[in-house]
C-alpha cells in the first residue's frame, strides 16, 4: 500500500545500526505461520534525532533506539533478515536511507544503491498495551540482571509438560531479622533435580521520582527462558554496558526500560515451587570446603565416564577422606580418593549426577567452593566459601544396587 506521507529519510553510521539489528535475529523468527513478525518496524524521532527499530515474535516484544540524522520522519516496515544482511555487508562509513511513496527503501552507501521492498506499518502487529495500573518499579544495572540469569539459566526445564519449571523465577525476598531498608533480588531456575539461586541486594528507599521495590516481585513472576536469553544477549552490547534498567509488572506483561531499549515480554502465570523451606536447614552434617578447579577436574574426569545410562557417582566420606566411585559397564570405572582438611565424624555415601554437580559448582562465583551433605536422602547444596550471592542445589540419586 503506497503512503504518500511517508517520505522517511535518514542518515546513519553502519556500525550503529547493525549493533541494533543483530539483536532481532535472535528474537525475530524464521519460521511461523504469521510471515508479517520477520519484519522489524523502522519509525523516526525528529525531536531526539533517533530511530526505534521494533520487532516482536508475538511473546517477546522489543524496541531498540539507535541515534541517527533524521532528514525527513517516516516509518516503514523491511524484512529482518535480509535488512541485516544488507547493512552487514556494505562498506564502513554513513548510509543514507530513505523512502518513497511506494514503499521502496532506498539504501545508499558508497558507490552502492540499493532498492528493498517495504511494507505499510500498518500491517505491523500492535506492540501490546501495558496497561494504566502499573504497580511501582525499581532500577537495576542491567549488567547485574544479566549475571543473575547467567548463573541459574542452565536449571531451567526444557519440559513444556511443568510450565512454572520453564523460566526463570524472579521475585524479592527479607532475610528473616532483617532490620535495613534492604531486600534481596532473587533470580531462581530449576528442573526439578537441581536448582540454582542468585541473588542481589536491593535498596528499598524511595526517591522523588520511584520506589525501587517492586511489590508484585514479592509473589514473583516467571520470565519465560527464552526472554531471560534475549535479556542476557542485550547485555552484551557495548553501548549498554552500566545501563540501568527499570522493571514494570503489568497485568500480563514485564517491561524492561532504559533510555536505549525497551523490552516487553508475557510471563508464565503458574505458581512457582515453594523451595525456601528446603534451604532453611539446620547445620550440615558434613561440611567441606574444596579448590574449585580441583573439584571441577576430579568431576570432569568422572563425566568421562558417565553417560545418559549411568549418569551417576557414588561420594563416600568418612574420617578425612572423601572417595569417589562410578562405573559404566561400556567403558569400565573409575575411582579416586580426595584428602580432606576437615575430619568427618560420621561416615555418608550419596550417590549425585556428576553433569549436574559440575554445572551447579562451575557458576560458582570464588576460588574456593562450599559442599553441604545432610544424608544420604537429602540434597546437596553448594556456595562460594565467602557466601556470596549465589549457591545451587542437587538432588541426590537412588542407589542402582537398591533399583537393580
Not at 199 to 217: D, F, G, M, S, Y
Not at 279 to 289: E, G, N, Q
Not at 393 to 400: A, D, H, Q
Amino acid at each position: 500500500m503506497a503512503n504518500k506521507n511517508n517520505k522517511m529519510e535518514i542518515i546513519i553510521q553502519k556500525s550503529e545500526l547493525l549493533s541494533k539489528l543483530a539483536i532481532f535475529q535472535h528474537t525475530i523468527k524464521t519460521k511461523t505461520i504469521n510471515p508479517i513478525v520477520q519484519y522489524i518496524k523502522i519509525t523516526t524521532n525528529l525531536q531526539d534525532k533517533t530511530i526505534a527499530l521494533h520487532g516482536t515474535d508475538l511473546d517477546l516484544f522489543l524496541i531498540e533506539y539507535a541515534k541517527a540524522e533524521v532528514l525527513s520522519k517516516g516509518e516503514v516496515l523491511v524484512l529482518s533478515k535480509k535488512f541485516y544482511d544488507i547493512i552487514r555487508y556494505l562498506p564502513d562509513g554513513s548510509i543514507n536511507i530513505s523512502v518513497d511513496e511506494k514503499l521502496h527503501v532506498n539504501i545508499r552507501s558508497g558507490n552502492c544503491h540499493i532498492k528493498l521492498s517495504g511494507l505499510s506499518p500498518e500491517e505491523f502487529p500492535i506492540f501490546p498495551d501495558k496497561g494504566k495500573n502499573t504497580t511501582t518499579y525499581y532500577s537495576i544495572p542491567l549488567d547485574s540482571l544479566s549475571e543473575m540469569l547467567k548463573k541459574v539459566i542452565f536449571c531451567v526445564n526444557d519440559n513444556d509438560s511443568r510450565p512454572a519449571l520453564t523460566g526463570v523465577y524472579l521475585h524479592t525476598y527479607n532475610p528473616k531479622n532483617n532490620t535495613t531498608p534492604n531486600y534481596l533480588l532473587r533470580a531462581v531456575g530449576t528442573d526439578g533435580h537441581r536448582l540454582a539461586l542468585a541473588q542481589e541486594c536491593v535498596n528499598n528507599t524511595p526517591n522523588k521520582t520511584k520506589n525501587i521495590i517492586n511489590p508484585a516481585l514479592i509473589n514473583g513472576i516467571i520470565l519465560p527462558k527464552k526472554a531471560c536469553q534475549e535479556l542476557i544477549r542485550l547485555a552484551q552490547q557495548e553501548d549498554l554496558q552500566n545501563t540501568s534498567i527499570s522493571l514494570e509488572i503489568f497485568p500480563n506483561l514485564a517491561g524492561i526500560f532504559s533510555v536505549n531499549f525497551t523490552f516487553l515480554t508475557k510471563y508464565i502465570k503458574k505458581p512457582f515451587p515453594p523451595y525456601q523451606s528446603i534451604l532453611d536447614k539446620p547445620p550440615a552434617t558434613i561440611k567441606v570446603f574444596f579448590p574449585k578447579i580441583t573439584i571441577i577436574n576430579v568431576l570432569k574426569r568422572f563425566q568421562s565416564f558417565t553417560s545418559f545410562t549411568f549418569p551417576d557417582a557414588r561420594f563416600t566420606f568418612s574420617q578425612n577422606k572423601l572417595k569417589l566411585c562410578a562405573q559404566n559397564p561400556e567403558l569400565g570405572e573409575i575411582e579416586e580418593e580426595i584428602r580432606l582438611n576437615e575430619d568427618i565424624k560420621n561416615t555418608l555415601s550419596i550417590y549425585f549426577n556428576v553433569r549436574s554437580m559440575l554445572e551447579c559448582i562451575s557458576i560458582v562465583p570464588s576460588k574456593e567452593v562450599e559442599l553441604s551433605f545432610w544424608g544420604p536422602e537429602e540434597p546437596l547444596i553448594i556456595r562460594s566459601k565467602n557466601r556470596s550471592g549465589y549457591l545451587a542445589l542437587v538432588m541426590p540419586m537412588k542407589n542402582p544396587e537398591e533399583t537393580n
